[in-house]
């Protein structure tokens, strides 16, 4: 994100805007440092082990179905957290740099309503279908790294 701040602080209404960047930033860095230190500190102390991964340390919410369930509402919070990154990193810069490249043709280039609910409707069809081949391939073929053993006996059974 901080590569982008050129691409967001062109919108900005004065140029002074920028600034604030400067401190926002690395004020935001420095929070989410701090609550991995509390969340990893807390985790040694109620797991009795010493980890930063937090899917690791998710993986003991497994006796309830509480546990689960919160589990599960993390587990949803990085996905929204991914899309929300690579969506405003990714699609605000790469649309500046089309419209510098084509701008001659974005000028003259008249596009119907209908045209413009087809492509949303186009958008919104290729998120639930790579949703669905992702969850579909994640379910038949999953990642090993992700598995959770009672014990050393069951890791062995699968390898």
């Given at each position: 994100?901080?590569?982008?701040i050129n691409?967001?602080?062109?919108y900005a209404?004065?140029?002074?805007?920028?600034?604030?960047?400067?401190?926002?930033?690395?004020?935001?860095?420095?929070l989410?440092?701090?609550?991995g230190?509390?969340?990893?500190?807390?985790?040694?102390?109620?797991?009795?082990?010493?980890?930063?991964?937090t899917?690791?340390?998710?993986?003991?919410w497994?006796?309830s179905?509480?546990a689960?369930?919160?589990?599960a509402f993390?587990?949803?919070s990085?996905?929204l957290?991914?899309?929300?990154?690579?969506?405003?990193?990714n699609c605000?810069?790469?649309?500046?740099?089309?419209n510098?490249?084509?701008?001659?043709?974005?000028?003259?280039l008249?596009?119907?309503?209908?045209?413009?609910?087809?492509?949303n409707?186009?958008?919104?069809?290729?998120?639930f279908?790579?949703?669905?081949?992702?969850?579909?391939?994640?379910?038949?073929?999953?990642?090993r790294?992700?598995f959770?053993?009672e014990?050393?006996?069951?890791?062995?059974?699968?390898?």
């Amino acid at each position: 994100m901080a590569v982008n701040i050129n691409d967001f602080a062109r919108y900005a209404r004065w140029t002074r805007m920028v600034y604030a960047q400067i401190h926002a930033v690395p004020l935001s860095f420095m929070l989410m440092s701090f609550m991995g230190i509390i969340i990893a500190g807390a985790a040694s102390d109620l797991y009795e082990t010493t980890t930063w991964d937090t899917l690791a340390i998710m993986s003991y919410w497994s006796e309830s179905s509480g546990a689960r369930a919160a589990a599960a509402f993390v587990s949803l919070s990085f996905v929204l957290a991914q899309l929300e990154a690579d969506i405003s990193a990714n699609c605000i810069s790469a649309v500046n740099d089309l419209n510098a490249m084509f701008h001659s043709i974005n000028s003259s280039l008249a596009i119907s309503k209908d045209a413009d609910h087809l492509y949303n409707l186009g958008y919104i069809y290729g998120f639930f279908s790579s949703f669905v081949i992702f969850s579909a391939l994640g379910l038949y073929f999953p990642a090993r790294t992700t598995f959770t053993y009672e014990n050393e006996t069951d890791q062995t059974k699968i390898a």
